[in-house]
């Protein structure tokens, strides 16, 4: 049983920072990308940034510049580096992981429970 389990959300004043971590654990052998989405009430769930097992990133253009993401695969664990946030950053933020149970297995995604990151103005 793999489980995806998200922490560091909250409230924070406009131009603040958060670092949101979310670790994988159960029967993993391998990870693929791994990432964040948000999501807002009444809305789809859009990418925030995305890390491929190689290192290689995307980011939302409405972060970019302010956001970092980034992995330690020894610990399945994936990073957001949140900065100068604005009250429009305010969201639920869900983890992503495309994991493999087997080697040479194929590769499932996986979501967090989602935590509530919130910037007031």
């Known amino acids: 049983q793999v489980q995806l389990v998200e922490s560091g959300g909250g409230l924070v004043q406009a131009g603040g920072s958060l670092r949101l971590s979310c670790t994988a654990s159960?029967?993993?052998?391998?990870?693929?990308?791994m990432g964040w989405y948000r999501q807002a009430p009444g809305k789809q769930r859009e990418l925030v940034a995305l890390?491929?097992?190689?290192?290689?990133?995307n980011y939302a253009d409405s972060v970019k510049g302010r956001f970092a993401i980034s992995r330690d695969n020894a610990k399945n664990t994936v990073y957001l580096q949140m900065n100068s946030l604005k009250p429009e950053d305010t969201d639920v933020y869900y983890c992503?992981?495309?994991?493999?149970?087997?080697?040479?297995?194929?590769?499932?995604?996986?979501w967090g429970q989602g935590t509530q990151v919130t910037v007031s103005s």
């Open positions: 890390i491929r097992s190689g290192g290689m990133t």
């Open positions: 992503y992981a495309e994991l493999s149970a087997q080697a040479m297995g194929e590769y499932d995604a996986y």
């Open positions: 159960g029967s993993i052998f391998s990870t693929n990308a």
